[in-house]
Nanobody, 127 residues
Framework: QVQLVESGGGLVQAGGSLRLSCAAS????????MAWFRQAPGKEREFVAR????????HYTDSLKGRCTISRDNTNNTVYLQMNSLKPEDTAVYYC????????????????????WGQGTQVTVSS
């Protein structure tokens, strides 16, 4: 399995921005589709954004569409999540996830499709 370590979380005021990073190691990073999920207290883990191996196929949850961008650097084995115009309801622990795929375009969709997870990074947005 690939190992994942998230960073970049923190406390930010509403309207602010954060860039989360997820560093991968242990396997060939470009073999993996990547995703970000989040989990707020008392709620289920939910999808935020995902990106294919090639980086050319991306998807976003409706609540963050237009406010976040997922990207990846296959040279530096890192995936990023840039979040702008943050709202208090974006407060959650954000998790990076990886899934090996044969297709460079296919992107898994569900929590169960991703066997590798990071430990999470807390994002808190104050009003």
């Amino acid at each position: 399995q690939v190992q994942l370590v998230e960073s970049g979380g923190g406390l930010v005021q509403a309207g602010g921005s954060l860039r989360l990073s997820c560093a991968a190691s242990g396997r060939t990073f470009s073999d993996y589709a990547m995703a970000w999920f989040r989990q707020a207290p008392g709620k289920e883990r939910e999808f935020v954004a995902r990106i294919s191996r090639s980086g050319l196929n991306t998807h976003y949850t409706d609540s963050l569409k237009g406010r976040c961008t997922i990207s990846r650097d296959n040279t530096n084995n890192t995936v990023y999540l840039q979040m702008n115009s943050l709202k208090p309801e974006d407060t959650a622990v954000y998790y990076c996830a990886a899934a090996a795929t044969i297709s460079r375009w296919y992107v898994p969709t569900n929590v169960a499709d991703f066997p590798s997870w990071g430990q999470g990074t807390q994002v808190t947005v104050s009003s």
